[in-house]
């Protein structure tokens, strides 16, 4: 038998969890594609920016807290338009059915300003780097789509600190 300390079980637990959130949405995403084959299908991702440094600097408290108003802000700007996943530990995945890809960007600039809005407010840097996808091809790829949102995510991290 395995002697399990209280954080030692709290991590396992965090563990199994983050696993659960990332299969239902990796399931819902598949469904979504199977059922809206001939529509416009997207991908929007965003990460935390300077969690690490938060969590180091501030506590783990703060790093919470980050991801929290993440989170917040992004379910804000979606509201009932689609589904907001968190698939890891400072990553969060969009989903929103059916619109054009100018409605995408405008729902990225609001998520931006919405941030940038947030971060005025609080006694933390609030800030994610945000990417996505978007396509209406019949043959739809969800892997390269969320790829495409990844990549997009990534360029977006790089221009931020560059801007720093």
């Not at 469904?31 to 938060?54: Q, T």
């Not at 968190?86 to 960007?105: N, S």
């Not at 969320?146 to 801007?163: F, G, H, I, L, R």
Request: some cysteine; charged content about 30%; aromatic content about 6%.
């Amino acid at each position: 038998m395995v002697d399990l300390t209280p954080i030692t079980f709290i991590i396992i637990l965090e563990h199994l969890l983050m696993a659960a959130v990332i299969t239902f949405f990796l399931h819902s995403a598949y469904r979504e594609l199977k059922e809206h084959r001939n529509n416009k299908l997207n991908r929007v991702m965003a990460d935390a920016n300077d969690l690490k440094k938060i969590n180091d600097n501030l506590g783990h408290q703060k790093g919470d807290e980050l991801i929290t108003q993440i989170a917040s802000c992004l379910k804000q700007v979606i509201k009932n338009d689609g589904n907001c996943y968190r698939t890891g530990g400072d990553e969060f995945v969009i989903c929103v059915k059916g619109k054009t890809r100018q409605e995408i960007e405008t729902y990225v600039t609001c998520i931006r300003k919405e941030l940038r809005r947030m971060n005025d407010r609080k006694d933390i840097p609030v800030s994610a780097a945000i990417g996505y996808a978007w396509t209406s091809e019949k043959a739809k790829n969800l892997d390269r789509l969320m790829q495409e949102a990844d990549d997009a995510m990534y360029e977006d991290k790089k221009k931020m600190k560059k801007n720093r």
